[in-house]
């Protein structure tokens, strides 16, 4: 096992940034720490040679997950006319139980040191036979393999899973149908500048992303979650957007990438393949088919779920003058 100084000064960083982002009593110094830490960990799968993984704990783990918080909070400030810190009181309990718990934590940290110290050097695992059955899985990137060939069924639950997010998103506006409006708000010159240099920039990257997946890092995933953000930056710079969910066109992107997804699992079988087993000379073609429609329905759905948590929702009002579901 190779450590080196980097390592060992990764390791108690993250543990004391996680320490203090849970001991925080500040809402915004709590965030700001997360996503500190996420970009730590990102490299730490760096260091453990996981270039995708460290991608999406980039991308998603830290940055949008990040904007997503500092949304929320900032939406929570304001609808507070007065805020009023008071001292959370925890009561302590008898000595025996704090004996137990430490015990336990310790018992616990120490089982989970000695089972990565006593890790073998060299563990294979399934590398061979993923390697072997690399060539007839369409990609040459063994991650893509597995994650949209190998053990596609995991990729399809988890796609089901955002479809789920948006509906949830919608459903908990409590609006059906919903009609929501942004509203363009006054952004400053800088970020108004920062936008028309970034924003074509994080695009080109996204399809980068997407269209080297096949071969290296990058995928669906990674794509779908730069295109959000470039839809985040513009919603916090003040561009207006729509979001109608009667319209026809918003519900397909928002289901086609699950959607198309099943579909073509359901359209390789026939004759000895099963469900997502795709035939060997279409397999490359499919496999981006369903990440490049994904890519968009990943991007918008994560845009929603940000504007869902951020308070760019707004209920549409009906011709009465009352907000659907809600009394004006």
């Known amino acids: 096992m190779n450590i080196n100084i980097f390592d060992l000064l990764l390791a108690p960083t993250l543990i004391f940034l996680a320490w203090q982002m849970l001991r925080a009593r500040d809402l915004l110094v709590s965030i700001v720490l997360f996503i500190i830490f996420g970009v730590l960990v990102s490299l730490a799968w760096v260091q453990l040679q996981a270039p995708d993984i460290a991608l999406v704990e980039a991308v998603i783990g830290s940055a949008l997950t990040g904007a997503l918080f500092l949304g929320c909070l900032g939406h929570m400030e304001s609808h507070r006319k007065k805020i009023v810190i008071e001292k959370i009181k925890i009561s302590k309990g008898s000595k025996v139980y704090d004996c137990f718990l430490s015990v336990l934590v310790i018992s616990m940290g120490s089982i989970l040191s000695w089972s990565v110290l006593t890790l073998p050097k060299n563990v294979l695992g399934l590398t061979d036979k993923i390697q072997s059955a690399l060539a007839k899985s369409g990609v040459e990137n063994p991650v893509t393999a597995v994650i949209l060939n190998f053990r596609g069924y995991d990729t399809?639950?988890?796609m089901g899973v955002l479809f789920l997010v948006v509906v949830s998103v919608y459903a908990l506006h409590a609006i059906e149908p919903v009609s929501i409006k942004i509203q363009p708000r006054q952004a400053s010159r800088v970020l108004i500048a920062f936008l028309h240099i970034l924003t074509p920039l994080m695009i080109l990257v996204a399809f980068y992303l997407l269209l080297v997946g096949g071969h290296a890092p990058g995928g669906a995933f990674q794509a779908g979650a730069m295109l959000a953000g470039v839809g985040i930056l513009m919603l916090v710079g003040g561009v207006a957007f729509s979001f109608n969910v009667e319209r026809w066109v918003l519900r397909f992107i928002?289901?086609?990438?699950?959607?198309?997804?099943?579909?073509?699992?359901?359209?390789?079988?026939?004759?000895?393949?099963?469900?997502?087993?795709?035939?060997?000379?279409?397999?490359?073609?499919?496999?981006?088919?369903?990440?490049?429609?994904?890519?968009?329905?990943?991007?918008?759905?994560?845009?929603?779920?940000?504007?869902?948590?951020?308070?760019?929702l707004n209920y549409g009002k009906s011709n009465s003058g009352t907000v659907r579901g809600v009394s004006a």
């Open 156 to 158: 399809l639950l988890e």
């Open 254 to 312: 928002y289901v086609i990438g699950f959607g198309s997804f099943l579909l073509i699992g359901l359209g390789v079988m026939g004759g000895e393949r099963n469900f997502l087993e795709y035939p060997e000379y279409l397999s490359k073609k499919l496999i981006f088919l369903i990440e490049f429609l994904a890519t968009i329905s990943i991007s918008f759905i994560l845009v929603t779920l940000f504007a869902g948590c951020s308070g760019f």
